[in-house]
């Protein structure tokens, strides 16, 4: 039986009635190059997300006075220091991603390690010393050497696909629920999840994600909780898909004003980690496998 049966909604600060951070995954060229799908005659550092899409999203969060959390892989550490110093300018926080978006479950020891030193080390020589706090693994779930690999290094959250804050082995999760991003709307190889969870194989339009998100928001507000909403640069691609987050944000903000705490995952991770007797040690991990790459 699970240590949070029962367990009433966890307080957040100032007495919030819930808690919800705005988060983007995936930079530029990463995760096609470890695909093998980045056409070879096309330069590197200039991708189409790097140019177009993020700096609207950025100035979208800007304009509402949100802080976000963005998930890069490592990678793009010496390929895009410059952009990426430019969210942490923002107020934005950066974590890690992966070095080119590997399934993270699926990498033995050595690589493991291997990846998530060359990150770090790259973070501070490109990024003017910094250093990550969260880790998003790509495909949702880690290995059972993770956790341990993260506290020798100072993160202090990791944030998987899982159902609620908890404290794990000493690592705060904040995590994420796959019905909650936008792939699982918009990408076609998303179809095995949207399956398992009762929507069918077929790609969902921005309108059904609009309705989707606003109506989890509504929920969260009556039970009490934590939601990451994920949106991806690439992913957003289209006025409809850019105009859909937009109305999104603006509906976190008239939450924000009810009561609803909008922190980056950095302050979540805090909060739960000084907390830990109201979140528990069970997470509620998301087992739903979709990527084998």
């Avoid at 105009?243 to 603006?250: A, H, R, S």
Wanted: hydrophobic share 35%; charged share 30%; proline share 5%.
């Amino acid at each position: 039986m699970s240590d949070t049966t029962n367990r009433p909604s966890p307080p957040w600060p100032n007495n919030a009635r819930a808690c919800l951070s705005i988060t983007m995954d995936n930079m530029a060229e990463a995760a096609d190059l470890h695909r093998g799908l980045h056409p070879p005659d096309t330069p590197l550092g200039q991708h189409h997300s790097t140019t177009t899409q993020l700096p609207r999203m950025l100035h979208a969060l800007a304009t509402r006075n949100f802080k976000a959390t963005y998930f890069v892989e490592g990678w793009n550490n010496a390929r895009y220091p410059d952009l990426i110093k430019r969210v942490l300018s923002d107020g934005h926080e950066v974590g890690f991603h992966a070095w080119q978006h590997e399934v993270w479950k699926l990498l033995d020891a050595k690589t493991e390690v291997a990846n998530l030193d060359h990150a770090i080390d790259d973070a501070e020589r490109y990024l003017d010393g910094y250093r990550y706090r969260g880790f998003r693994p790509p495909g949702g779930l880690v290995t059972e050497r993770t956790l341990s690999l993260m506290k020798e290094r100072g993160f202090t959250y990791l944030s998987p696909a899982a159902e609620r804050c908890a404290v794990v082995e000493g690592v705060a999760m904040v995590p994420f629920r796959w019905a909650e991003i936008d792939a699982y709307f918009y990408m076609e190889n998303t179809g095995i999840l949207r399956e398992k969870k009762g929507d069918g194989k077929e790609v969902m339009s921005p309108g059904q994600m609009r309705e989707r998100l606003i109506a989890r928001i509504d929920r969260l507000m009556e039970e009490g909780g934590y939601v990451a909403l994920l949106f991806h640069p690439f992913l957003t691609d289209s006025e409809e898909r850019h105009k859909v987050m937009e109305e999104v944000l603006d509906y976190v903000k008239e939450k924000e004003k009810q009561g609803l705490w909008v922190a980056k995952c950095e302050e979540v991770a805090e909060w739960v980690l000084e907390n830990e007797s109201s979140f528990g040690s069970d997470p509620g991990w998301d087992y739903s496998e979709w990527k084998m790459k």
